[in-house]
Nanobody, 123 residues
Framework: VQLVESGGGLVQTGGSLRLSCAAS????????MGWFRQVPGKEREFVAA????????YYADYLEGRFAISRDDAENTVYLQMNSLKPEDTALYYC?????????????????WGQGTLVTVSS
């Protein structure tokens, strides 16, 4: 099983980025998927999750509606659209799978972490 995140980069405050997570090694269409982020020296934190049906999405409270998670099971890929970015969004972003979105919210992931993709928001 391999998770490969991409799409990070340097963006100014207020800008947007779209992250992608390509999953391989097994079928993910029956699993919830989530995004997490980590700042050096801090614990990894939950960002967003989506159910296997894509009908339910969950977000960290601090996002205030700025991010949107989606999935394309035909491509085994999950996305994170990030808008109105702030300097405090600067972090390494990871994806992972889980049995349920609520489980992902408390860090119950199924796979090894990938390399992540770095998002840097300049002020």
């Amino acid at each position: 099983v391999q998770l490969v995140e991409s799409g990070g980069g340097l963006v100014q405050t207020g800008g947007s980025l779209r992250l992608s997570c390509a999953a391989s090694g097994r079928t993910f269409s029956d699993l919830a998927m989530g995004w997490f982020r980590q700042v050096p020296g801090k614990e990894r934190e939950f960002v967003a999750a989506i159910s296997y049906t894509a009908r339910n999405t969950y977000y960290a409270d601090y996002l205030e509606g700025r991010f949107a998670i989606s999935r394309d099971d035909a491509e085994n890929t999950v996305y994170l659209q990030m808008n109105s970015l702030k300097p405090e969004d600067t972090a390494l972003y990871y994806c992972n799978s889980g049995r349920t979105p609520k489980g992902l919210r408390i860090g119950r992931v199924l796979d090894a972490w990938g390399q992540g993709t770095l998002v840097t928001v300049s002020s």
